[in-house]
């Protein structure tokens, strides 16, 4: 096994929430691509979760605040790099794969980019999870326009536009709340496929029916708050805008094809209703 070096200017940073994943995270520090920096967000462990990631060679934030979004916002806080992905720390995602999800955001093709998850078993995504994320899919394209599959926590984006987001919420609303203000202010959003693997340990969330009822609780109220102002309005400044080419809604086809459905979500208007996104297709 060999120990995740940390270089001193890293192009990405990698936020990895974790509240006890000692059995997960040697295998999660070793995919760390070459070049990125891990950052283990403690959130209160009680199994040597931050000790075992240090001497790994992550650097490691305690985030006393117990909340799924107070560890993720830390890690943001405490990133240094341009571009911050973020990916769960309990070995269901493969952190090898982030370039594909980090490199549309570094190139300035995309404003933010998520991991669509495929599970690989029949067991990796509990049947009450997968129904509930669907559903919430729903809500979001409904409220947003925005003709996602999954709401999945592996993603990346500009480190300086996520701020400017002003996310709020610190529990298990805070990646909906990153997804529904980066709508408002008409990011460019599109999700790619992941594996997703049965999870090493025990769920603290969406494993059981109460953890589930809760994180959709603490998403719903994200989707009942208004539409992000005019403050918000407009792409990052830092990634530059290029035209679409092509205007056509994507297709459910489309969105499990080969190449990445684009959304280009246009910024809410508080007193209209949101309006249907675009879609563009880019090869990868």
């Known amino acids: 096994m060999r120990n995740v070096t940390n ?8 936020v990895l929430p974790c509240l006890d994943e000692a059995g997960a995270l040697p295998w999660v520090l070793e995919r760390i691509p070459p070049g990125c920096r891990a950052i283990v967000v403690d959130n209160g462990s009680t199994d040597g979760s931050a000790e075992l990631a240090a001497s790994l060679g992550a650097t490691v934030v305690s985030e006393p605040q117990r909340g799924f979004g107070a560890a993720c916002h830390a890690g943001l806080l405490a990133a240094t790099a341009e571009i911050v992905c973020f990916c769960d720390c309990d070995a269901s995602l493969d952190p090898a794969l982030l370039p594909s999800v980090a490199d549309p955001v570094l190139r300035g093709e995309l404003d933010l980019v998520l991991g ?43 480190r300086d536009a996520l701020l400017g987001l002003e996310l709020a919420d610190r529990r298990s609303g805070y990646p909906l709340e990153m997804l529904v203000r980066a709508a408002d202010a008409g990011w460019r ?41 005019a403050a918000r309005e407009g792409r990052p400044a830092t990634t530059p805008t290029r035209p679409a080419t092509d205007s056509r809604p994507a297709t459910d086809s489309q969105a499990v094809s080969g190449t990445e459905a684009v959304i280009v979500a246009q910024p809410a208007q508080p007193a209209q209703p949101a309006q249907p996104a675009q879609a563009v297709q880019v090869a990868r």
Do not use: C, F
């Not at 270089?7 to 990698?14: A, K, L, S, Y």
């Open 116 to 158: 669509r998850r495929r599970p690989t078993t029949r067991g990796a995504w509990p049947p009450h999870a997968r129904l509930a994320n669907l559903e919430l899919a729903r809500l979001v394209r409904r409220r947003t326009g925005l003709r996602l599959r999954d709401l999945g926590p592996m993603r990346a984006a500009r």
């Open 7 to 14: 270089p001193p200017t890293p192009p990405v940073d990698v």
């Open 189 to 229: 959003i599109a999700e790619t496929d992941v594996p997703y693997a049965p999870r090493t340990g025990r769920s603290k969330v969406t494993g059981t029916w109460r953890g589930t009822w809760h994180a959709v609780r603490d998403m719903s109220a994200v989707l009942r708050q208004p539409a992000a102002g």
